[in-house]
């Protein structure tokens, strides 16, 4: 039940986000891949830096080195040309991690995002040149092991959340990981065409948009 209610609870942020990136139009230049994934690596990297406080080698045998982005957006961006990537934006407005729950929440927003990611990568294929091993391994992450993946990090969500208050922190943390990353790509320097897109969605989350 826990990932059918994660599903519920995010669906309509995740599929916002999917909208306002609308990567398959915008996407159209090197420049403007590069920007995204300077984008993505501001966030991705302070995000998994704090998951890895709860996700180490005690975490049950979760194996979160399997999951981490970091890695291939460093090597998409060195391949793009980019060498000084510590001068790059990092978010301070992180999604409030301060429990295993709310990591395990936080994780379900960026794993699921996943299973779309090929066919972003295929797109990018065709029209960038990029592939994977050549400045595209960061939409290709899992490449056809995307599904298993994402079935096996369900099992040890289902393994995890054994009460309504796990659950709840889960899902609480899910959504507050979708609304952050709307909120990142708001932020001056966020390439023009999609910082317009977000700027309206990324305020409208009831609950959500007063939060620092």
């Known amino acids: 039940m826990i990932m059918i209610r994660l599903r519920q609870k995010t669906l309509r942020f995740h599929l916002g986000l999917n909208e306002r990136l ?24 302070p995000v ?28 998409d961006l060195r391949a793009l040309g980019i060498k000084n990537l510590t001068a790059l934006p990092r978010c301070g407005a992180l999604p409030t991690l301060e429990s295993a729950p709310q990591a395990f929440g936080c994780l379900y927003a960026l794993e699921i995002s996943t299973l779309g990611w090929q066919f972003v990568a295929r797109h990018l ?15 290709d992450r899992y490449g056809d092991q995307a599904v298993r993946m994402w079935g096996e990090f369900g099992q040890q969500i289902k393994k995890y959340a054994v009460t309504a208050e796990i659950e709840e922190a889960m899902s609480e943390a899910a959504v507050e990981t979708f609304v952050k990353l709307e909120q990142w790509m708001t932020f001056k320097g966020a390439p023009e065409r999609w910082a317009q897109r977000f700027e309206v ?12």
């Not at 398959?24 to 420049?31: A, P, V």
């Not at 294929?125 to 939409?139: E, H, I, K």
Request: charged share 30%; proline share 4%.
């Open 201 to 212: 969605g990324a305020r409208s989350h009831v609950g959500l948009e007063s939060r620092p």
């Open 125 to 139: 294929n065709r029209s960038l040149g990029v592939g994977p091993g050549a400045g595209c391994c960061f939409f």
């Open 48 to 75: 998994e830096a704090a998951l890895e406080k709860h996700f180490n080698r005690r975490a049950g045998g979760f194996d979160f080195e399997r999951r981490r982005k970091v890695p291939t957006l460093v090597s």
């Open 22 to 45: 609308d990567l398959f139009r915008y996407l159209t230049t090197i420049d403007d891949y590069r920007r995204l994934l300077e984008r993505f690596l501001g966030f991705y990297g």
